[in-house]
C-alpha cells in the first residue's frame, strides 16, 4: 500500500493521473460569474499535487502527455477535415499570416527582456516555451544546446545540466501561457461587447451563402429552354455545380430525369451553392417565392428523408456509381457529412455516416435505404482500425527531419503536428481511397477529452514538482517575463484580428489556440462558447504555428551561445 500511494511505480502513476483528472473535472464544473476554467482546472490541481511531493514514473508520465495529446489532435483533425480545405480557401492564407505575426511578436518580447533585464536569453527560450504552451519547442531548444554546447567542446553532463534549466523555466511560465490567453479572450470580448451568439448566427449564415448547399426555387421563364429536354438544358454545366430536385408542372410534381421536358411557367427546385446562384437564374429563370412544404402540399407521395450510409462497402463509391436516380427513382440532392452539407454532385465520394437528403416516394426511398444500410446500430460500432493507422502514418510524419542552411539541429512536426495533418487529410480524401473514417460525434468528443485530460494532467504532474523552487529561487521574475510574452502579443493580435481584418469571435479563438499551440485554451472556448467552429480555425493555422514555434526556439538559442 506505501508503494502504491508514495511510490513510482505504474500503478501509482496510472492512479495519480486519474485522480488529478477527476478531481480537475469536478472544479471544472464551478463557474464564477459564469465562467469556468474547465478542464483546465486539471492542470493546475496536477501542479498542485506534484507540489505536494507526489511523483510518478517520468517515463510513463512522458507517454501519458505524449499520447494524450495524439488522440486530442487527431480527434480534431478528423472533425474538421472534411470542411478544411474550404474553410483554408476561404480565409487559410490570412489567418496564417496572422499567427506568423503573433508568433514573431512574442519572439521580439522574448528577445526585448533579456536585452532589457539582462536575463540569459537561453532561459528566456524556456520561458517563452512555457508561455505559448509550446511542449515540442523546448524539446528541440534543449537538443540544439546540448548538441552546439557539445559540438563546442563540453562534456555531456554539463550540456544536459544547461539544457535542464531551460525546463524550469517552461514549467514556472506554462501555467500563465493558459490562464494568461484565457484572460485575453474574456478582457477583450468584454472590451470590444462581443456577444458570441450573435458571432456565432453569423458564421452559420456567412456558410449558408457560401459554398455549401442551398435551396433554390425557380420558375421557367427563359424561352432558349421552352420545350427542350432537361439533358440538353444542362449539358455543357458542370454537373457539381447543382442538383435538380424536383419539377412542377401545373399541380403535378415529379422526380427528373434525363427526359423530362420543361416548359413555360414550370417552376423547379434546385440544390446548389450560393455562387452558381446568378448562373441558375439566367438559365432557368427568377427565384420564386415558395418554401419546402408547397412541394410537399401538392404531392403527398412525395416525401424527404434523410438515411444514413451504414454499408462500409459503399465507401469510396461516387454517387454516379451507385445509380440512385435511375435505379430507384430518387433525388439525393443534399450529402450532410461531419455537420456540413455538401451539393450532392455525381463525382462525390461518399463515405459510411454520410448522410443523404432524399426525395422520392417512400416506397422507393425505403428500397435506397436497404441500399446504403441506415442502420444506426452499426454507426455505434466503433472504427478504430483508420485511427490507429493514421496514427502510426501521422508519427511517421511527424519524425521527418526538415534541414535548413545555418541551423544544426533538423525540424520535425512532432508527435503533434504530423497526426493532425494526416488526420484532416484522412477526413478529406478518405472517402476516395475507401478509407472509412466515420466515428459518431460521442465518440469523436469522448477520444478528445480523454486525450486532453490525460495530457493536462501529465503536465501538471511533472510541473509541480520544481514549480515552488524554481519560484523561490528567482523564478517569480519568469511569471512576469511569461505574462508579457504571452499577453502582449496576443493583445495585439486580437485587436488586429478583430478591428482591421474583421474576423470573427470564433475565428479569433482558433487563431489565439492554434498559434498559441495551445490545447487547453481550445478546450475553455468549446466548453465555455460551445462551438465547433472554434477547432476549423484551430487546425488551420496549427501546422505551419507549431513549424514557427520549433524553429523560433532554436534560433534563439544559437543566438544566445
Given at each position: 500500500m ?10 501509482h502513476?496510472?492512479m ?13 464544473r ?24 507526489f511523483?510518478a ?22 472533425q ?16 496564417n ?11 521580439g ?15 528566456m ?17 534543449q ?5 552546439v554546447?557539445?559540438a ?12 535542464a ?5 517552461y ?31 453569423a458564421?452559420k ?28 438544358v ?20 415529379s ?21 452558381h ?17 408547397d ?14 450510409i451504414t ?24 450529402v ?9 454532385s ?8 454520410d ?9 422507393s ?28 502514418v501521422?508519427?511517421?510524419?511527424g ?61 501538471g504532474?511533472?510541473?509541480?514538482a520544481?514549480?515552488?523552487s ?9 511569471i512576469?517575463y ?30 489565439i489556440?492554434g ?10 472556448a ?31 538559442v544559437?543566438?544566445?551561445?
Amino acid at each position: 500500500m506505501r508503494d502504491l500511494f508514495y511510490g513510482t511505480g505504474v500503478a501509482h502513476s496510472i492512479m495519480l493521473v486519474a485522480l488529478v483528472i477527476g478531481v480537475g473535472l469536478y472544479l471544472g464544473r464551478f463557474k464564477f460569474k459564469g465562467i469556468s476554467l474547465g478542464s483546465t482546472w486539471i492542470l493546475f490541481f496536477g501542479i498542485l499535487m506534484g507540489h505536494l511531493g507526489f511523483r510518478a514514473n517520468a517515463d510513463i508520465l512522458n507517454f501519458v502527455k505524449e499520447f494524450g495529446l495524439i488522440l486530442f489532435v487527431f480527434s480534431i483533425g478528423l472533425q474538421v477535415g472534411p470542411g478544411f480545405f474550404h474553410s483554408f480557401r476561404s480565409g487559410g492564407v490570412k489567418m496564417n499570416l496572422l499567427a506568423v505575426m503573433n508568433i514573431l511578436l512574442a519572439v521580439g518580447v522574448t528577445y526585448a527582456i533579456s536585452a532589457i533585464t539582462g536575463e540569459d536569453l537561453r532561459t528566456m527560450v524556456g520561458v517563452m516555451s512555457g508561455a505559448v504552451t509550446n511542449t515540442p519547442g523546448l524539446g528541440a531548444a534543449q537538443q540544439t544546446l546540448v548538441d552546439v554546447s557539445v559540438a563546442a567542446g563540453m562534456d555531456a553532463a554539463s550540456a544536459g545540466a544547461s539544457a535542464a534549466s531551460l525546463a524550469s523555466a517552461y514549467a514556472v511560465a506554462y501555467p500563465i501561457g493558459v490562464l494568461g490567453v484565457i484572460l485575453v479572450i474574456l478582457l477583450w470580448k468584454a472590451v470590444l461587447r462581443i456577444d458570441h451568439n450573435k458571432e456565432k448566427d453569423a458564421l452559420k449564415a456567412a456558410e449558408e451563402s457560401s459554398d455549401n448547399a442551398r435551396r433554390m426555387h425557380v420558375a421557367v421563364e427563359n424561352p432558349a429552354i421552352f420545350g427542350k429536354k432537361l439533358f440538353d438544358v444542362i449539358k455543357g454545366f458542370n454537373e457539381s455545380d447543382f442538383v435538380v430536385s424536383r419539377v412542377m408542372h401545373g399541380d403535378q410534381i415529379s422526380i427528373p430525369d434525363e427526359n423530362t421536358v420543361l416548359e413555360e411557367g414550370d417552376r423547379v427546385l434546385l440544390v446548389t451553392s450560393q455562387s452558381h446562384v446568378d448562373t441558375l437564374r439566367i438559365l432557368f429563370g427568377e427565384e420564386v417565392p415558395m418554401h419546402q412544404k408547397d412541394w410537399l402540399e401538392k404531392d403527398h407521395h412525395i416525401v424527404t428523408r434523410r438515411i444514413v450510409i451504414t454499408n462500409s462497402k459503399l465507401t469510396g463509391k461516387t454517387l454516379r456509381q451507385m445509380h440512385i436516380r435511375s435505379a430507384y427513382q430518387v433525388s439525393v440532392t443534399r450529402v450532410i457529412r461531419a455537420g456540413v452539407e455538401l451539393v450532392a454532385s455525381p463525382d462525390l465520394y461518399v463515405q459510411m455516416g454520410d448522410g443523404l437528403m432524399c426525395v422520392g416516394t417512400e416506397k422507393s426511398i425505403n428500397h435506397l435505404a436497404s441500399l446504403v444500410g441506415n442502420s444506426n446500430d452499426t454507426l455505434n460500432k466503433p472504427n478504430l482500425v483508420p485511427i490507429f493507422i493514421g496514427i502510426v502514418v501521422g508519427i511517421i510524419f511527424g519524425s521527418i527531419p526538415i534541414h535548413f542552411p545555418g541551423i544544426p539541429q533538423a525540424i520535425k512536426l512532432g508527435l503533434a503536428g504530423g497526426p493532425l495533418i494526416i488526420a484532416i487529410l484522412l477526413g478529406h480524401f478518405g472517402p476516395k481511397y475507401r478509407i472509412t473514417t466515420y466515428v459518431t460525434t460521442s465518440a469523436n468528443l469522448m477520444l478528445r477529452e480523454i486525450g486532453i485530460s490525460l495530457f493536462l494532467a501529465a503536465v501538471g504532474i511533472g510541473a509541480g514538482a520544481n514549480f515552488w523552487s524554481s519560484i523561490v529561487g528567482g523564478g517569480y521574475w519568469w511569471i512576469l517575463y511569461g505574462a508579457l510574452i504571452t499577453i502582449v502579443p496576443l493583445c495585439l493580435t486580437f485587436v488586429i484580428s478583430r478591428l482591421a481584418f474583421k474576423l470573427n469571435f470564433y475565428q479569433i479563438l482558433g487563431l489565439i489556440s492554434g498559434s498559441c499551440t495551445n490545447p487547453p485554451v481550445l478546450a475553455f472556448a468549446q466548453g465555455m462558447y460551445g462551438s465547433e467552429y472554434t477547432s476549423v480555425n484551430y487546425a488551420t493555422v496549427y501546422p505551419l504555428s507549431m513549424f514557427m514555434r520549433v524553429l523560433v526556439a532554436q534560433v534563439l538559442v544559437l543566438m544566445a551561445l
